[in-house]
């Protein structure tokens, strides 16, 4: 189970993305970004960031530490913005906390420089997940200590959106055209090798062990959180095998802005 901590601090909202998270500090003195059940998403959300969070750092990809954070909306009392007033107001309870990287920085293509092997794991994990959220519009990595940090994979798992038509996630195609890495030459295949034979049942049953059970209870269709977290390892865990094959790379869309030059990504060594 993931580790719980008590918010004691609303700090202040994130708003680059959509769903206002906030930056929290907890009693155990940490400083997070919190995920909020109220949020427009709803828990579905905080479901996939758990699943594939968890799967991520499984695999040997970097993702900040996440925690259950229980929230006593009192504590955003004083914070003066209506749209949060009211998201913690409707968010009292457990919530998802994600370890904040002070300093971290978006990242972008133009200035840091991602090599084949690494930006093939994190395109190959993304087609596993099915993630449409790390494109070259909206990366969703930062950039800490030199390193690439994956976040925000709420936007995943779309298949859980239509359990009954689950099974044919296994077979869905992914288009890596607009990921944010394609123009790093990921080698999917290399990734493929190394990371397909990990995916087993038993480590993504490991992974929907962390999702807690008050966001899986009452679950159309299943009689108990755990029968979910086995559709979820019913669904991924075919999909590994054979998911390179179903991965495209091709044009992307026209407006992707060009490449760093060479002395920016320091390719060409200045004479
Ligand atoms: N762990 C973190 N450490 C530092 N900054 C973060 C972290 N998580 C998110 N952020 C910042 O907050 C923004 C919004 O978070 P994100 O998880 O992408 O939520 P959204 O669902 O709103 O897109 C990110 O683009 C990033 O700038
Ligand atoms: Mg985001």
């Known amino acids: 189970m993931l580790p719980e901590v008590t918010a ?12 206002l998270p906030g930056i929290v500090e907890a009693d155990d003195l940490g400083t997070y970004v919190m995920k909020f059940t109220g949020a427009g998403q709803g828990r579905k959300t905080l479901v996939a960031e758990v699943l594939c969070g968890e799967l991520a750092r499984r695999l040997g990809l970097r993702v900040p530490d996440l925690v259950r954070i229980w929230l006593d909306p009192v504590i955003g009392r004083s914070e003066p913005d209506e749209e949060v007033q009211e998201l913690l107001k409707s968010s009292g309870g457990l919530n998802l906390g994600m370890d904040f990287l002070p300093g971290a920085l978006g990242f972008d293509p133009l200035a840091y420089e991602v090599g084949p092997e690494e930006a093939g794991r994190i395109v190959w994990f993304d087609a596993l997940v099915g993630n449409v959220d790390r494109s070259w519009r909206n990366p969703n990595m930062l950039v800490w200590h030199g390193d690439l940090w ?14 009954p038509a689950a099974g044919k996630a ?8 607009d990921h944010a ?3 790093f030459a990921p080698d999917v295949a290399a990734a493929a090798e190394q990371l397909a034979p990990l995916v087993t049942p038993g480590l993504l049953a490991e992974c929907a062990a962390q999702i807690p059970d008050e ?10 959180p755990d029968e979910v977290r086995a559709a979820y390892t019913e669904a991924l865990a ?3 095998a054979t998911l390179h094959e179903r991965i495209t790379l091709g044009e992307p869309s026209k407006d992707r ?6 002395w920016l990504t320091g390719k060409d060594e200045a004479k």
């Open 238 to 240: 075919p999909r590994a």
């Open 8 to 19: 004691i601090r609303y700090v202040t909202p994130l708003r680059e993305g959509g769903s």
């Open 170 to 177: 296994a077979e869905r195609p992914y288009d890596a055209s």
């Open 181 to 183: 890495l394609a123009p």
């Open 215 to 224: 966001w899986l209870a009452d679950e159309p269709g299943f009689a108990s």
């Open 257 to 262: 802005p060009s490449q760093a030059p060479g």
């Open 150 to 163: 994956l976040i925000d994979h709420g936007a995943t798992l779309i298949f859980h959106h239509n359990w």
